[in-house]
C-alpha cells in the first residue's frame, strides 16, 4: 500500500466515522468524494466501498433528523425530484432488458438518495456556503489538474475521462463548464484575497482544460458559461479581457487540432461523430413512439441494444441527448417530470436572486452561482446523454436548501404605499 493509499484510506474513514455523529461533514465528505475522485488520485479507483460507506454513514446519522424529512413533501424541488423517481423505476421494472438496467439504476438510486439529504442537512445560509465551496474546490481540483497538465506540456488533446459520472472528455468538459460561473459567483461569498485569487485561477485551468478536451459541446457551454459571467460582471472590460486571456492562450496551445475539431460544427453532416447526433435523435424519437409511456428501460444500455433494428446497423452508443435519452429511457412522464425541474429551477432562482438584490447583500450570488450553473447544464446536455450525472442533481438539491432558506429569511421592510405616497405630497408642500 502507497503513501498516497495510506493517506486517502485514513482521511475517508474518519469522515465515514464523524458522519454518524455529523451527518452534515459525512455529506460534505460525499460530495467532496464523488467530485474529487480520491480514490483515482490514490490509485485506489474501486479498491475500496468507501462511496458507500460515506452514504450509509452520512444516512444512518440523519435518524435524529427524522422529522424534518416531511420538508422534502413541502419542498417543490425534492417533491418534483422524488416524483420523477417513479417513472424511472417503473421503467426499470418494465424495461425491455430488465436486466440491462440494474447496474446504472442502483448507482444512481444511490445517489439521488444521498442528495436528497442535502435539503434536510443544508438548512442554514453558511451551511449551503459551505457545501457550494465544497463543490467548486472539489471539482475545480478536476479542473486544475486537466488544464494545468496541459498548459505544462505545452498543449496536449486530453481525451480521458475522470470516473464512472465524468466518464469520458465530453463529461470533463460539461462539467467544468459549469464550474466557470460558480467560481465567479463563489467570489462573492469568501471574504480572503487568497481564495478569491484561487476561484479566479481555478476559472483559468479550467478553460484551459475544456479546450483541451476537443470536445466541442463543452466548447459550446464554456462560450455560455463565460456569457453569463461577462453578463453578471460589475467590471466587463476586465472581465472580457482576463477571460479572454485565459481562452486565447488555451487554444494558442492547441491552436490546429481545436480549430479543425470546431469548424465541423458548421456542417455536421460532413463529420462522422456530429452525424452520428442526428442519426441518434431520430431513433431516439422513433424508438420512443414504440414505447412512448415507460420507454425501454433506464440506463442507456436498452437503447444502444435496440438501436441497430432502428439504424440498420450495429450500434454500442447512446443517444448523446440528455433529454431525449430520458424520454427514450423512461417514457413522456419522466421526461416531462426532468424538463420541468430544469427549467423550474432555473426559473425560481432568478427570481429568488431578484428578491436577494433588493435586500443589498452578496447573498444574491447564491442563488446566481446554482441558477447560471444549471443554465450551463441544460444547454450542454443537448449534446451528451448526462441524465444520470450527479453534479446538476446537487444543483437541484442546493436550490431545495436554498428554497427553505430564503423561506425563513425575515422579511423586507417596506414602507407602506400610501404612507409612501403621502410622504412625497408632505415633502412637496413643503418646498
Keep these: 500500500m502507497g503513501i498516497r493509499e495510506v493517506i486517502f484510506v485514513f482521511i475517508t474513514s474518519i469522515i465515514c466515522l464523524v458522519a454518524l455523529v455529523r451527518p452534515r461533514i459525512g ?23 468507501f462511496s458507500l460507506l460515506l452514504a450509509v454513514t452520512t444516512g444512518l446519522g440523519t435518524i435524529p433528523y427524522i422529522q424534518q424529512t416531511l420538508a422534502l413533501f413541502k419542498n417543490p424541488f425534492s417533491r418534483m425530484l422524488l416524483l420523477l423517481q417513479i417513472p424511472i423505476a417503473t421503467s426499470v421494472l418494465f424495461a425491455v432488458v430488465p436486466e440491462l438496467t440494474y447496474e446504472r439504476y442502483g448507482i444512481y438510486i444511490k445517489m439521488i438518495l444521498v442528495l436528497l439529504l442535502i435539503p434536510i442537512l443544508i438548512t442554514t445560509e453558511s451551511d449551503l456556503r459551505t457545501l457550494l465551496l465544497v463543490i467548486v474546490l472539489s471539482l475545480g481540483f478536476v479542473g486544475a489538474k486537466f488544464g494545468v497538465y496541459g498548459v505544462i506540456h505545452g498543449g496536449v488533446e486530453l481525451a480521458a475521462g475522470y470516473g464512472d459520472m465524468l466518464a469520458d472528455n465530453n463529461f470533463v468538459a460539461l462539467a467544468l463548464a459549469m464550474l466557470l460561473p460558480l467560481c465567479w459567483h463563489c467570489r462573492a461569498l469568501v471574504s480572503s484575497r487568497v481564495m478569491k485569487w484561487i476561484l479566479l485561477g481555478l476559472i483559468g485551468a479550467c478553460i484551459a482544460g475544456i479546450v483541451m478536451s476537443s470536445s466541442r459541446g463543452g466548447s459550446l457551454s464554456m462560450a455560455l458559461g463565460l456569457l453569463l459571467i461577462f453578463r453578471r460582471s460589475k467590471y466587463k472590460i476586465g472581465t472580457i479581457a482576463v477571460m479572454g486571456l485565459f481562452a486565447a492562450g488555451a487554444i494558442y496551445l492547441v491552436h490546429d487540432m481545436y480549430v479543425k475539431r470546431m469548424e465541423t460544427l458548421r456542417v455536421p453532416e460532413q463529420e462522422a461523430s456530429a452525424e452520428s447526433r442526428i442519426v441518434h435523435a431520430k431513433t431516439a424519437l422513433a424508438m420512443w413512439r414504440d414505447h412512448p409511456i415507460l420507454g425501454v428501460g433506464f440506463g442507456g444500455f436498452n437503447y444502444a441494444y435496440l438501436a441497430s433494428r432502428y439504424m440498420g446497423e450495429e450500434n454500442t452508443h447512446v443517444a448523446h441527448n440528455s433529454y431525449l435519452q430520458m424520454l427514450v429511457d423512461s417514457g413522456i412522464f419522466a421526461f416531462l417530470l426532468y424538463v420541468g425541474l430544469l427549467l423550474y429551477a432555473i426559473i425560481w432562482l432568478s427570481k429568488s436572486a431578484a428578491r436577494m438584490r433588493d435586500r443589498g447583500t452578496a ?60 410622504d412625497t405630497g408632505i415633502s412637496a408642500v413643503a418646498k
Design 363 to 422: 447573498i444574491e450570488s447564491i442563488p446566481l452561482a446554482i441558477r447560471d450553473s444549471l443554465i450551463v447544464f441544460a444547454f450542454g446536455s443537448t449534446f451528451y446523454s448526462c441524465q444520470r450525472m450527479d453534479i446538476p442533481y446537487m444543483f437541484l438539491m442546493c436550490a431545495a436548501s436554498w428554497y427553505m432558506i430564503e423561506c425563513g429569511l425575515p422579511a423586507v421592510e417596506q414602507k407602506d404605499l400610501t404612507t409612501e405616497l403621502m
Design 27 to 49: 455529506l460534505y465528505g460525499y460530495v467532496w468524494y464523488a467530485l474529487m475522485r480520491p480514490d483515482i488520485m490514490a490509485f485506489a479507483e474501486a479498491k475500496y466501498p
